[in-house]
């Protein structure tokens, strides 16, 4: 699920808080962990998207997908 433009400003509001004098009480702490970690899921699923959508042209003109690497 994408990140909303509202979780992205809640993390930047919880970021500068955590830097001020006040800091964060635990829930906040949690939550911008959790928000974080849905940021960087986020991102991941775009990269992944793009990469997906890939495709090599061969010499012979035909254009195949990108396959992924196993690890």
Excluded at 23 to 45: D, F, M, N, P, T
């Amino acid at each position: 699920m994408p990140i909303t433009d509202d979780e992205i400003k809640r993390i930047n509001e919880l970021y500068h808080k955590q830097k001020s004098e006040e800091g964060l009480c635990e829930e906040e702490k949690a939550e911008q962990q959790a928000l974080r970690q849905k940021y960087v899921e986020s991102i991941r699923a775009n990269l992944r998207s793009n990469l997906d959508s890939i495709r090599v042209k061969r010499p012979d003109g035909s254009l195949e997908p990108l396959k992924r690497k196993k690890k």
